[in-house]
């Protein structure tokens, strides 16, 4: 124990006055006035109010989309493929809750300016429905209306709305003038409809027709003043789910894991920005990973950890290049140094922003036609490589979790969706469930 000054001379002046047996008496106090003052016995400051991300999708370009054939996203669009004097509402559930929310419209694909001239928010009741006692018109910095610069994103000012996590909530917004698609996405869980004129503030559309795309909202924030964990799932079709898999994809069963674990510290909120036929190197179905890591994961309002399962669409391209059936310059045929120096620079981009990593090894896709003894080979030396990673802060086995105890190679039949490729809701639970949560508690 250090006394200062003033305790000494006290000290001193007691001894001189009441003897040596007041100085006990003296000591005392001034451990319990030290002990008083110490730092970790201080009370914690309150969390400051801040935003987190709720819901974020990752959007891909709509001509890019409707112009291959595997995305299957040529299907007939009411009025053509614009919106034209009329009102867009979508629905989807959050993550998160909180009582205050901001909404984030997306012009990342666009080629001309996105004028947004009315928008609002409120708690779905099903469908296209709206409750009326939670209507909210958004505004953007003190307007009713934005205009979004081609290649830009904008926010909504905070809105007071009550949400809970895992709660429906719509997004509704009036297009004036003439928008043609462009930023869309593609996460079977969301719901699109779209009917004449501004009904932002109908609680019940009439003769809404239904979209088979999700278009210009791309994320939703919720305010809060406890500290929460944002867990941003980043990948391909596996990650996005789809199919058979539903709305069980294994983000969403992580989330379900992660509310239900009565270990929980803290709130955490898992987002799915999985693109189905993403890949690692190349642009094809949406960014390539490399150039979409950081808007997509890091860019996320208030991330601190990251799952990366990105490499199964790279190996099954260097099939099809080998099969003459896709024309590929030389720098751009992958090999496995190339997907694993991807992922490296991935963990590099996370870490430089102080962002935990979690990488997952590529599942066995033997019986596709991504599938030979080359690109299976490839896989493995993937696979090798992410199990030796020291630089992150967990592996996740996908593998070893989803492979055929019969045959390693190949999905196991009872995760198997049935192509041999993408994981059946069994699957998806498989995958949650190999996950640690208390990787995603620190």
């Given at each position: 124990m250090?006394?200062?000054?003033?305790?000494?001379?006290?000290?001193?002046?007691?001894?001189?006055?009441?003897?040596?047996?007041?100085?006990?008496?003296?000591?005392?106090?001034?451990?319990?006035?030290?002990?008083?003052?110490?730092?970790d016995?201080?009370?914690?400051?309150?969390v400051e109010a801040?935003?987190?991300t709720?819901w974020?999708?990752?959007?891909?370009?709509?001509?890019?989309l409707?112009?291959n054939?595997?995305a299957?996203?040529a299907?007939?669009?009411?009025?053509?493929?614009?919106?034209?004097?009329?009102?867009?509402r979508q629905?989807?559930?959050?993550?998160l809750?909180?009582?205050?929310?901001?909404i984030?419209?997306?012009?990342?694909?666009?080629?001309?300016p996105?004028?947004i001239?009315?928008?609002?928010v409120?708690?779905?009741?099903?469908?296209d429905?709206?409750?009326?006692?939670?209507?909210?018109?958004?505004?953007?910095g003190?307007?009713?209306s934005?205009?979004?610069?081609?290649g830009?994103?904008?926010?909504?000012?905070?809105a007071?709305?009550?949400?809970?996590?895992?709660?429906?909530?719509?997004?509704?917004?009036?297009f004036d003038q003439?928008?043609?698609?462009?930023?869309?996405?593609?996460?079977?869980?969301?719901?699109s409809?779209?009917?004449g004129?501004?009904a932002?503030g109908?609680?019940?559309?009439?003769?809404?027709?239904?979209?088979?795309?999700?278009?210009?909202?791309?994320?939703?924030?919720?305010?809060t003043?406890?500290?929460?964990?944002?867990?941003?799932?980043?990948g391909?079709?596996?990650?996005?789910?789809?199919?058979e898999?539903?709305?069980?994809?294994?983000?969403?069963?992580?989330?379900?894991r992660l509310?239900?674990?009565?270990?929980?510290?803290?709130?955490?909120s898992v987002?799915n920005?999985?693109?189905?036929?993403?890949?690692?190197?190349?642009?094809?179905?949406?960014?390539?990973?490399?150039?979409?890591?950081?808007?997509?994961?890091?860019?996320?309002?208030?991330?601190?950890?990251v799952?990366?399962l990105?490499?199964?669409?790279?190996?099954?391209r260097?099939?099809?290049?080998?099969?003459a059936r896709?024309p590929?310059?030389?720098?751009?045929?992958p090999?496995?140094?190339?997907?694993?120096?991807?992922?490296?620079?991935?963990?590099?981009q996370?870490?430089?922003?102080?962002?935990?990593?979690?990488?997952?090894?590529v599942?066995?896709f033997?019986?596709?036609?991504?599938?030979?003894?080359?690109?299976e080979?490839m896989?493995?030396e993937?696979?090798?490589?992410?199990?030796?990673?020291?630089?992150?802060?967990?592996?996740?086995?996908?593998d070893?979790?989803?492979?055929?105890?019969?045959d390693?190679l190949?999905?196991?039949p009872l995760?198997?969706?049935?192509?041999?490729?993408?994981?059946?809701?069994?699957g998806?639970?498989?995958m949650?469930?190999?996950?640690?949560?208390?990787?995603?508690q620190?």
């Amino acid at each position: 124990m250090k006394l200062g000054s003033h305790w000494l001379s006290v000290l001193c002046q007691g001894v001189l006055r009441h003897g040596v047996a007041a100085v006990g008496l003296l000591l005392l106090a001034a451990a319990v006035t030290v002990q008083a003052v110490q730092p970790d016995e201080r009370p914690k400051q309150p969390v400051e109010a801040h935003w987190v991300t709720s819901w974020a999708v990752a959007p891909v370009d709509f001509r890019e989309l409707s112009a291959n054939p595997l995305a299957k996203a040529a299907a007939p669009k009411p009025g053509g493929d614009v919106f034209r004097g009329q009102t867009l509402r979508q629905q989807f559930e959050t993550a998160l809750g909180g009582d205050r929310i901001r909404i984030r419209f997306s012009n990342r694909f666009g080629k001309a300016p996105l004028r947004i001239a009315a928008a609002s928010v409120g708690l779905s009741t099903g469908a296209d429905a709206v409750s009326p006692a939670t209507l909210r018109t958004l505004r953007f910095g003190g307007r009713d209306s934005v205009v979004v610069a081609p290649g830009a994103d904008a926010w909504s000012d905070g809105a007071d709305l009550k949400v809970e996590a895992g709660q429906a909530v719509a997004v509704s917004a009036f297009f004036d003038q003439t928008v043609p698609y462009a930023t869309v996405h593609t996460q079977v869980s969301d719901t699109s409809w779209v009917v004449g004129g501004n009904a932002v503030g109908t609680p019940k559309l009439q003769g809404a027709a239904p979209l088979p795309l999700n278009h210009i909202v791309t994320g939703l924030d919720v305010m809060t003043t406890h500290p929460v964990r944002v867990v941003v799932a980043f990948g391909d079709s596996i990650t996005a789910g789809g199919g058979e898999a539903g709305q069980g994809a294994y983000p969403d069963l992580l989330a379900t894991r992660l509310r239900n674990s009565p270990s929980a510290a803290q709130p955490v909120s898992v987002i799915n920005t999985g693109i189905g036929g993403n890949r690692l190197l190349t642009d094809g179905i949406g960014p390539s990973g490399l150039s979409r890591f950081a808007r997509d994961a890091l860019g996320q309002t208030g991330v601190t950890h990251v799952v990366v399962l990105l490499g199964t669409n790279d190996i099954g391209r260097s099939v099809l290049v080998g099969m003459a059936r896709l024309p590929t310059p030389e720098h751009e045929v992958p090999t496995a140094q190339r997907i694993t120096e991807g992922l490296q620079q991935l963990i590099k981009q996370a870490r430089a922003k102080g962002v935990k990593v979690l990488i997952g090894t590529v599942p066995p896709f033997k019986n596709t036609v991504y599938w030979s003894e080359a690109s299976e080979a490839m896989r493995a030396e993937v696979n090798r490589w992410i199990r030796s990673r020291h630089d992150v802060d967990a592996v996740i086995d996908f593998d070893a979790v989803l492979r055929s105890p019969a045959d390693p190679l190949a999905l196991n039949p009872l995760y198997d969706s049935g192509d041999h490729l993408h994981p059946n809701k069994a699957g998806h639970a498989a995958m949650a469930a190999a996950v640690d949560l208390r990787e995603l508690q620190e």
